[in-house]
């Protein structure tokens, strides 16, 4: 029998857990990496309807927040939105997009969507936590995570 605290042993469950929409591999696996050290649980999809696949299985309440990219194959972020708001309505979790895309009326039509918050590509891991930090500043270590 063991003895002693053993980090590998002692495993946290999740405070919360997150939703990463995006078709770039490398964000969502970047993304993981910080949201883990917040002891955030990422589930990840590729596109719209793999995420839509994902609230379905879970159940949006599941998600604590939603991080969708609004250029992606399949399904883009605003198709998703759309589709989202419309099946979970006030079930759906805050939102944040993540994306280089900038179109003025685009960012208009989101925010009549209900997004939570909006952050540029490429990804800044400082701006992620301090969005995070106005949505749940309940969570510890936002401030020292990424400097590790």
């Known amino acids: ?23 770039a591999f490398l964000l969502r696996h970047m993304m993981k990496g910080i949201l883990g050290k917040l002891n955030i649980e990422v589930i990840e ?4 309807h793999e995420a839509l696949e994902k609230l379905h299985e879970h159940g949006a309440e599941h998600f604590s ?34 994306s280089a895309h900038t179109e003025r009326d685009d960012i208009k039509q989101l925010a009549t969507l209900g997004i939570s918050g909006y ?3 490429p990804l800044d891991p400082q ?4 969005k995070l930090r106005e949505l749940f500043p309940e ?3 936002l401030d020292e995570s990424v400097k590790k």
């Open 1 to 23: 029998m063991p003895t002693g605290s053993n980090s590998k042993t002692n495993i946290m469950h999740p405070s919360h857990r997150a939703l990463v929409v995006d078709d």
């Open 45 to 48: 999809a590729a596109n719209g």
């Open 65 to 98: 927040f939603v991080i969708i990219d609004l250029v992606m194959p399949e399904m883009n972020g605003m198709e998703l939105l759309r589709e989202a708001r419309k099946e979970f309505d006030k079930n759906l979790p805050p939102v944040l997009i993540c």
């Open 119 to 121: 952050i540029l590509k």
């Open 127 to 130: 701006l992620l936590l301090k």
């Open 139 to 141: 969570l510890p270590g």
